[in-house]
């Protein structure tokens, strides 16, 4: 059988183009985001509809997150492989931030990871075999101005990532994130031109990355290649943070 593999925030942007390459390999894809896109229709509808799932769940709902990874084992058997994906960022001073806006970047980034985390572990526990890739940022590491909750998240990721591969190691379970720099999806569609351009000028290839900069080091770390690899963040960038 396949390997499964369950992406969340897979309905676009990074996620999407995560869930279309895993697909196109021969995996069984599941996702959710909140809301359905056009893509998710397409794919289920698709010659491998019967390798892919997509439900609409909320991430920051916890009850929810585990119905729905229930739901995978019952139909697929199994969790080979979990990619945090799913975000959310929210620009704006942190000294102007509101309490709503902050439980809400918590709620989503890291407890939801959190949730999606505990509940997919359960059934690698019982296989003694597992990948976990987090989707972290290189804001985490380095910074940006206004992105202050947004930065804290994704800090904590790689602090998962490193925790949690102390823990599940002996189970055969890596654990490793992936840092991405400033991708052109949605997310990024409110830097104004002159961030953009600056962006562009500091990155020493030139040019923002694209979903498909990433899909290929998923590959790897979901491979057999990176039987010794865990508790690592991999910074895909253009160089931007060198
Ligand atoms: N774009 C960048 O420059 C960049 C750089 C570094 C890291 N990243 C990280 O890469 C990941 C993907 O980002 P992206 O650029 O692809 O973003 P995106 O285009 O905004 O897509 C985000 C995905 O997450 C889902 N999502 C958001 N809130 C959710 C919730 N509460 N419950 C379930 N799903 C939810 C969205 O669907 P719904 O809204 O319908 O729920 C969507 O499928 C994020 O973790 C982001 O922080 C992005």
Redesign the pocket.
């Known amino acids: 059988m396949s390997r499964v593999v369950v992406v969340?925030?897979?309905?676009?942007?990074?996620?999407?183009a995560i869930v279309r390459h895993l697909l196109k390999q021969g995996d069984t894809v599941c996702t959710?985001?909140?809301?359905r896109?056009p893509a998710m229709d397409e794919l289920e509808a698709g010659e491998n509809g019967e390798r892919f799932l997509f439900e609409s769940?909320?991430?920051?709902d916890s009850d929810a997150v585990r119905a729905y990874v229930k739901q995978v084992v019952k139909r697929y058997g199994k969790v080979d492989c979990l990619i945090n994906?799913?975000?959310?960022?929210r620009d704006g001073l942190l000294a102007m931030q509101s309490d709503a806006e902050i439980d809400l970047l918590l709620g989503?980034?890291l407890k939801?990871t959190l949730s999606l985390s505990r509940a997919c572990i359960r059934p690698m526990l019982r296989a003694k075999k597992g990948r976990i890739i987090q989707?972290?940022?290189?804001?985490g590491q380095r910074g940006y101005r206004g992105l202050a909750t947004?930065a804290a998240t994704?800090a904590a990721m790689d602090g998962l990532t490193r925790s949690l591969a102390r823990e599940l190691g002996e189970r055969n379970i890596t654990v490793n994130s992936i840092?991405?720099?400033?991708?052109?999806?949605?997310?990024?569609h409110g830097l104004d031109d002159n961030q953009r351009g600056q962006i562009i000028r500091r990155t020493p290839l030139g040019r923002?990355?694209t979903?498909a900069d990433i899909v290929g080091l998923i590959d790897y770390l979901l491979s057999p290649a990176a039987d010794f690899v865990t508790g690592q963040t991999v910074v895909v960038d253009g160089g931007i943070t060198v």
């Open positions: 969340s925030g897979g309905s676009r942007g990074l996620g999407e959710f985001s909140r809301s896109t769940v909320d991430i920051a994906n799913a975000g959310i960022a989503v980034n939801g989707i972290s940022s290189i804001i947004y994704k840092a991405p720099g400033y991708l052109d999806t949605e997310m990024s923002l990355g979903p």
